[in-house]
Nanobody, 123 residues
Framework: QLQASGGGLVQAGGSLRLSCVAS????????MGWFRQGPGKEREFVAA????????FNVESVKGRFTISRDNGKKTVYLQMNSLKPEDTAVYYC??????????????????WGQGTQVTVSS
């Protein structure tokens, strides 16, 4: 089970750090990802991290502003979001999968999903 938290209301230009904690299992052999779904939009890939820490991002949307990291000891993956924009407003979901170690930008590659945390960026 994945539990996402850290969302909230922030002004444009602000920062938030999302956390995703896994309960009952280690995440060390899971690739992890963050996705988001804005109002009236399809779910969109944000960032992902491999079991060894290699990261990929949705460059067009979050280049240079977001970072993803993991702390296997705490069974937690983080999404640090800086320079937030109103278009970042969405429900953010974390996901996990152990089929392959490499990160993936495709939702269908992830088996476990968290419940989502709302991020709202005001202009």
């Amino acid at each position: 089970q994945l539990q996402a938290s850290g969302g909230g209301l922030v002004q444009a230009g602000g920062s938030l750090r999302l956390s995703c904690v896994a309960s009952g299992r280690t995440i060390s052999n899971y690739r992890m990802g963050w996705f988001r779904q804005g109002p009236g939009k399809e779910r969109e890939f944000v960032a992902a991290i491999s079991t060894t820490g290699y990261t990929i991002f949705n460059v067009e949307s979050v280049k240079g502003r977001f970072t993803i990291s993991r702390d296997n000891g705490k069974k937690t993956v983080y999404l640090q979001m800086n320079s937030l924009k109103p278009e970042d407003t969405a429900v953010y979901y974390c996901a996990a999968d152990r089929t392959f170690p490499s990160p993936s930008r495709y939702p269908n590659d992830y088996y476990y999903w968290g419940q989502g945390t709302q991020v709202t960026v005001s202009s």
